[in-house]
């Protein structure tokens, strides 16, 4: 090698050794400790899944095995008897969680438009809005218990009795869910609705709730499937019910509470039949989700 | 000392900004002795006369109160709970604060154009249709909308797709549909609360042709941060300074007059070294 050639290696290799390093470096402190974080959350991530997909395997396996057409339509079985089905237990939640969601959602969202738009720093609004934070922790016995003092002690346990407490577990989640939504209405749309010469009413109406539909829905869906999985305030109003429903007064068959009563008997077409309607009211609720996606999209 | 000094300057610049003498029809008289938020004093002696067919700018400083008396011509103000005001806005002679006045009637005769644009989240044509509808508007709708558009300038470039949102349209054509909206139900006087302040140049220059246009049909008012802006729309300019002085922070105008005398030879100081760029 020539000494021309040595001086331009040496060069090319000073060259070299100044420029920036701009290859990944997966070792250096700082992506060591990006690397190890995020590969942390993702674990735990599959760790928090895992039990919400085995119960839903369990759930496809187990009640699938025995969801059919006669589970779905026939009265509840007998002791030692074969088949039978839930037909009136289904039709009995979601009546009672009509009731409920009749009652609660109108009121809710009344409430709601009054937190949110007409008188948000108002006393009145204070208390309420601090009211309804305590009521989403009550204990749902409770309602099923106060349910059971105004009206099973005077008219006996009923659908209708069964439906108001729902109620009363449903409106502290509408209420607080449906302000949330409409005060995320932006300012700028409130102000584009009155610039141009809307009544308050009709702000509420064409601007604040269209635009807050979808968390608005979300709610509501969120406090059906709350209360469609109740079992504890149904012991003490609806009690059960071996038939389909005859009136809105008599005692009457939930999902839930056949899952409790079926579940703990020593029968094993009984805790098949348990499993089933466990399924059919997880499907239940998923379906009101998938609806309240449906609707709760922006219309444009 | 000082503070005293400045309150006389900017009272002796507050009786002649007063002295303005509007040639045209006066369309909305407005003289806002003091604007209130609370205890806070946001504007004091601002009598600033809307002409009719004009378009008057108001500029100046942030924090200077222009879109607070912007807001007070259409009672805008009136949702902030806390507002009150001593002075009288006078429309077409009536005062829009008298007591049997509605503020909703008062709106849809002057509209307003918000500073961001804000189309609800429903269709072209909805937006425009909406204020119409309000109104129970009884004729062709279609033939409307199509002429708000046009008017707005905005129809050929949304004549084939009146059913998409309102919001997938670009940030400058959306102003422009929220103008088409604010004109589509005929008012007298159009608010705009800076309009191009969200948008890109041409958008912008967009916006200031239409409003050259509007005013062959409407009486234009115009904030405008951008005093190249007022210089090339407004016929009529009034300049809005922050008095400091007295521990807030309080607007006021210091001075009003034909644009291109507020630009040329403005008569205040503090007007000078504003214009000439010297603070803002």
Known sequence: ?300 | MSATAEVVASETAASEASAFAPLGDVVIDCDLQKVYYGDFLAVRDSSVPIEKGKITGFIGPSGCGKSTVLRSLNRMNDLIPIFRFEGHVKYHGQDIYGRKVDPVVVRRYIGMVFQQPNPFSMSIYDNVAFGLRLNRYKGNLDEHVQKALERAALWNEVKDKLKNSGLSLSGGQQQRLCIARAIATEPDVLLMDEPCSALDPIATRQVEELMLELKERYTVALVTHNMQQATRVADTTAFFGVDISEGGRTGYLVEMGQTRQIFQDPRETLTRQYVAGEFS
């Open chain 1, 1 to 300: 090698m020539s000494r021309l050639d040595q001086i331009s290696a040496a060069v090319l290799e000073e060259a070299r050794m100044s420029m920036p390093r701009l290859e990944r470096q997966p070792f250096e402190r700082r992506a060591m400790k990006s690397g190890i974080l995020t590969g942390l959350t993702w674990m735990v991530a599959i760790l928090g899944s895992i039990p919400l997909f085995s119960v839903i395997y369990m759930l496809a396996i187990k009640g699938g095995a025995r969801l059919d057409l006669e589970a779905l339509t026939a009265l509840p079985p007998a002791g030692f008897e074969t088949g039978g089905g839930f037909g009136n237990a289904i039709v009995g939640t979601l009546v009672m969680v009509g009731i409920g969601g009749i009652t609660s959602i109108p009121i809710g969202i009344l409430a709601a438009v009054y937190l949110a738009v007409l008188g948000p720093y108002s006393k009145l609004a204070g208390i309420s809005r601090f009211v309804a934070k305590t009521l989403t922790g009550f204990p749902s016995i409770l309602a099923g218990v106060f349910t059971y003092a105004i009206l099973v002690i005077n008219f006996g346990y009923s659908a209708l009795a069964g439906g108001v407490s729902l109620a009363v577990l449903m409106l502290p989640t509408i209420v607080l869910a449906a302000e949330e939504a409409m005060k995320q209405v932006p300012q700028r749309m409130t102000d584009a609705a009155f610039g141009i010469g809307c009544t308050r009413t009709q702000v509420i109406w064409k601007v604040v709730l269209p635009t807050g539909l979808p968390g608005i829905l979300t709610g509501v869906m969120l406090a059906v499937a709350g209360a469609a999985g109740e079992s504890a305030p149904l012991l003490f109003t609806a009690l059960f019910s071996n038939y389909y429903l005859s009136g809105l007064t008599e005692p009457t068959a939930s999902l839930s509470i056949l899952i409790y009563n079926f579940s703990a008997m020593p029968f094993e077409n009984q805790i098949q039949l348990a499993w089933a309607a466990s399924l059919v009211l997880v499907l239940i609720v998923l379906v009101f989700n998938i609806l309240a996606r449906l609707f709760g999209r922006p219309k444009v």
